[in-house]
């Protein structure tokens, strides 16, 4: 008998935390491994050490119901009946996937893994990266076997969205596939199989790839629009308006985190980078931070002005910063105007000013990630400075 029925590593973590909350609250005995002390310690206190609604109350569930261990040693492993890795690949500073981290992980775990354990890969992964894992672990001699399950949640919403979402499964027998559909049974309300792991790969890359194509096409729209003085959110509202086959349609804003950019260029490499879309959408998202410096360029002389920046995570009401897009739009101002000031509601760094501070001593103000506690400022209370708002969070038509 196993200690545990399900051991996550990585648990922690964005994407290993609320699922493993979630098992835990469905009846599922997990244990959460992880290397990060600080982050364990908190969670064994009851609290998410970032932004999740709900959060606290259903880890404290968890906690109370028994369900729910944390760990930082690998053994959990080995005391576990099913194993959910949560790390994907990365891309390298050359847009190329990078497996290295992820075999080095299983390198690091092998002598952990028994014989009839199943490993369920949750994190994107490069497509055929599951067949490489089970070929891995059979020329180990390893009897382990490996399944593809993609997290498909919004972060912040994880919980919720677990409950709600189709979750997507895949193996390479009936025997495991059946294991894993009854586990994610257990926290979700239907599961969608595939016939092969590689089109859950696929599928996952394909979806995000898609949002971030949409984003490029809003930013690409919002920059037409505004190089001929045009007010791209009033169209934007007409196109929308009782018209379903628009509703798709995103407003313009930062396009970023640790996995939209990321998947796309994955995506394009596994197509011998024939992925034309693909590259067209992150040189107008990356793009898009340098396209607002050179149009404020042309407005002001930078190098005598201070700019602020209002949120610096990638995304609206969210504590996490990895890959944001407003420490490239810091970089770039930094290089063109007299001083850049730096603020946001839910991250704490020494660098950053108080709200009050950045606004009063701001020449020009920035919305990069428009937290909902922004709505407070109202940009015409402050006639000399100017405001940038590609979101139209404080919307100045109707």
């Not at 709600?164 to 294991?179: C, D, G, M, R, W």
């Not at 020009?364 to 506690?373: G, S």
């Amino acid at each position: 008998m196993k200690k545990y029925q399900l051991c996550v590593i990585g648990g922690a973590g964005h994407v290993g935390l609320p699922l493993g909350v979630a098992f835990a609250n469905g009846g599922v005995k997990t244990v959460l491994f992880d290397l990060n002390e600080v982050w364990l310690k908190k969670i064994e206190s009851g609290k998410f050490p970032f932004k999740e609604h709900n959060g606290d109350k259903e880890l404290r569930a968890a906690l109370k119901k028994k369900k729910l261990f944390t760990s930082t040693k690998p053994e959990s492993i080995a005391q576990s009946e099913t194993i959910i890795l949560i790390t994907g690949t990365p891309v390298d500073k050359y847009l190329n996937p990078d497996l290295r981290e992820l075999f080095d992980m299983l390198e690091k775990y092998l002598s952990y893994f028994r014989g009839g354990q199943t490993l369920i890969l949750r994190s994107t992964v490069y497509p055929g990266i599951s067949e490489q894992i089970q070929k891995f672990f059979n020329e180990k001699g390893k009897k382990v076997s490996v399944a593809f399950c993609p997290e498909r949640i919004a972060q912040g919403h994880s919980l919720r969205e677990l409950r709600e979402l189709p979750q997507i499964v895949s193996a390479f027998n009936n025997k495991t596939l059946h294991k894993v559909s009854a586990l994610f049974k257990k926290i979700s309300p239907s599961i969608v199989t595939t016939k092969k792991p590689i089109e859950a790969e696929l599928s996952k890359l394909f979806s995000n790839a898609w949002r971030y194509i949409k984003f490029a096409v809003a930013n690409q729209f919002f920059m037409i629009a505004d190089q001929h003085d045009l007010d791209y959110h009033h169209i934007h509202s007409v196109m929308v308006q009782d018209y379903a086959r628009n509703a798709d349609l995103p407003r313009p804003g930062f396009a970023a985190g640790p996995c939209l950019f990321k998947d796309t260029m994955q995506l394009a490499a596994f197509n011998h980078n024939n992925f034309f879309l693909g590259h067209s959408s992150m040189l107008i998202n990356e793009g898009l931070p340098n396209y607002l410096v050179q149009k404020l360029r042309g407005q002001h002389d930078l190098r005598a002005k201070t700019v602020g920046i209002l949120g610096m995570a990638f995304k609206a009401d969210s504590d996490d910063a990895r890959d944001s897009l407003s420490y490239k739009l810091k970089k770039i101002l930094e290089a063109q105007s007299g001083k850049v000031l730096l603020h946001d509601v839910h991250i704490e760094h020494p660098s950053f000013v108080g709200l009050d501070e950045l606004i009063k001593s701001s020449d020009i103000i920035i919305l990069a990630a428009p937290h909902q506690e922004y709505k407070s400022i109202n940009p015409k209370k402050h006639p000399k400075k100017t405001f940038v708002d590609i979101w139209n969070f404080w919307p100045q038509t109707k």
